[in-house]
């Protein structure tokens, strides 16, 4: 199947990564993001709608609690004790009317407060505020006294909330000390002032209260037939009706429903969500020409510098070495280092192929010295078992035993079997082998001592780790002291296992300073076998196992310490 141009694949992956999505995008959204508002503005409706209700009904309750005062304050039944005994009706007007306006008149939630005597209805006293009138007071007394003490009849210690023509009621009796109804207090709400706060409900158009299903603030409205009147709901609750919205609430207010509804501003409930189409609908005019712009951009700066290296490439290909790609890229810095970079390449293939046969025969030469190299360790290994073998049947056992441990540290060198591990006790093997021929050497100076767990032996260590440790040791140990102990430790804690060689004599700051060099890795000109071998040891156990394994040089008491750490259960991949 032949492979689209770099244009035409630009101009698909266009379409696919911004048309498409983005078209895609704006549909999802027209069509979500009326549900996602309109759920945010129910929740916000909600919490306005509480709010607001709340406010009321703590109105309501300081309401609530003015009545109850007239009963706790025992004024009311003090001056009725009074009268019934001196039967002197100006002392209980004065008493009465002093009262009712200290405590209810300033009283900002009521119109009007009315109390009278059950026994006697025509001992009426009353007091309104500046906002009311006495009509208010003369329209009470003339057209609902009578229902009134019907209602209390039933009432007990309770309230009731009574619409009475234009007014809202708060009714209660008044008990005496044998809890027994005496009088009757009446206070004209305020609906005014107590339900104020439903203009605060956020997009407030009109607010309008029921109580029991009777409208008793605002206008007409013809509600929702799914609003409930007469039974609580488990919150506020948004209906659309007519082409209006609104959103209701009805609570149980002491044995009374009351309901509250408003009506919504259409046009500042939903602004949000038209200022959003507005903005998809600018975005999708704008992303044409962003597209072509984008479009034109990248064939500019891309397509065509590509098509350039394309055409060079395959003139290359074609054995025209030493081609070179003219001009500049449009305004593409990176392009013109690439084409520049091209052309040094193209000189300089041209060059290399020119060099190749010498380069072969180098190649050669050098594969001819790598097999020497190879040879010579194997000869030199097979002479030292003839020397071996001459040695023995001489009699000559110690000069023997020597050359089986050099043939056994020649044999670890070789890695005939290319192992990248052996056990630990092979390992051993040829650590035992350096430390005979350095005993030798040194005869009674050299002190060795090893600790080495047992069922250790078998694990698989990398090769060759802990012999240039030792030998290091034994150099410094050596070097610092006339007499030099080794002590070689080998444990396992906690998933790791530990070498520990341990030599007489502190190192010298100088030491320390130069260890820490070799340890990091830090190019040091170091040209001591010894001395690479620490470095190198170190690094394998790092690539091997990872950055906490490794080996540290420290001073502990009187003795330098050399510490292994490999983990048990094998290294990285």
């Known amino acids: 199947m032949k492979k689209l141009d770099l244009k035409w694949k630009m101009i698909i992956l266009l379409i696919i990564i911004w048309l498409v999505p983005i078209t895609m995008a704006s549909f999802v959204v027209f069509f979500l993001v009326s549900d996602k508002m309109s759920a945010q503005v129910t929740a916000e409706l909600g919490l306005s709608m509480n709010k607001a209700v709340y406010s009321i009904e703590t109105s309501l309750d300081e309401c609530v609690n003015a009545s109850r005062n007239a009963t706790y304050f025992n004024v009311i039944s003090d001056s009725w004790s009074a009268y019934q005994k001196s039967g002197e009706k100006q002392a209980l007007y004065d008493s009465m009317t002093i009262y009712l306006s200290s405590q209810y008149r300033f009283n900002q939630n009521l119109n009007t407060t009315m109390v009278f005597f059950t026994e006697d209805p025509e001992l009426f006293y009353s007091t309104y505020s500046s906002g009311s009138s006495f009509d208010n007071v003369i329209t009470f007394r003339d057209h609902y006294l009578k229902d009134t003490l019907a209602i209390g009849e039933t009432l007990d210690s309770g309230i009731k909330l009574c619409n009475r023509g234009n007014a809202l009621y708060l009714i209660r009796n008044l008990l005496n000390d044998r809890y027994k109804p005496f009088a009757m207090i009446v206070l004209e709400l305020n609906k005014g002032n107590i339900f104020d706060s439903l203009s605060t409900v956020w997009a407030y158009d009109e607010a309008y209260v029921f109580l ?8 007409d ?18 209906e659309k009706f007519d082409g209006r919205y609104y959103v209701y609430l009805t609570e149980n207010y002491n044995g009374s429903f009351l309901s509250y509804v408003v009506r919504l501003d259409s046009g500042l409930l939903f602004g949000e969500i038209k200022a959003t189409y507005f903005f998809l609908v600018i975005v999708l005019a704008f992303l044409v020409p962003l597209v072509v712009t984008l479009f034109i951009y990248l064939r500019k700066s891309v397509s065509d510098p590509v098509n350039n290296l394309v055409k060079a490439a395959s003139e290359i290909s074609s054995g025209n070495y030493g081609y070179h790609i003219t001009g500049r890229s449009a305004g593409s810095r990176e392009f013109d280092y690439l084409n520049d970079s091209f052309n040094s390449m193209s000189d300089e293939l041209k060059n290399q192929f020119e060099k190749i046969y010498v380069e072969e025969i180098a190649l050669r030469d050098a594969n001819i010295k790598a097999l020497q190299s190879q040879i010579n360790p194997h000869f030199l290994n097979n002479t030292l078992e003839i020397i071996n073998w001459e040695a023995r049947l001489n009699g000559v056992f110690k000069v023997s035993n020597m050359i089986e441990a050099l043939s056994t540290m020649l044999n670890s060198t070789l890695n005939r079997k290319d192992e990248k591990t052996i056990t630990l006790r092979e390992e051993m093997e040829y650590v035992d082998a350096y430390l005979y021929i350095i005993s030798e050497r040194m005869g009674k100076r050299l002190t060795i001592t090893k600790n080495v767990d047992e069922k250790l032996l078998g694990i698989e260590v990398p090769r060759l780790i802990i012999q240039p440790i030792v030998e290091n040791a034994v150099e410094h140990g050596a070097r610092a002291n006339a007499e030099c102990s080794i002590s070689i430790k080998i444990f396992d804690t906690d998933g790791y296992m530990y070498i520990e060689v341990r030599n007489t004599g502190n190192m010298s700051p100088e030491d320390i300073a130069k260890a820490g060099r070799l340890l990091s890795g830090e190019e040091t000109g170091e040209k001591h076998h010894a001395s690479i071998g620490i470095r190198n040891v170190n690094k394998r156990l790092k690539l091997m196992y990872g950055d906490d394994c ?15 750490k490999l983990k048990m259960g094998g290294g990285r991949e």
Request: charge should be negative; hydrophobic fraction near 35%; glycine fraction near 14%.
């Open 221 to 238: 409205v013809n509600l929702p037939p799914a609003f409930e009147l007469a039974k609580a709901t488990d919150g506020p609750v948004v």
């Open 550 to 564: 490794g080996l540290d040089l420290y001073n502990e008491g009187t003795d330098t310490v050399s510490l292994l």
């Open 212 to 219: 029991g299903g009777e409208r008793i603030s605002g206008n």
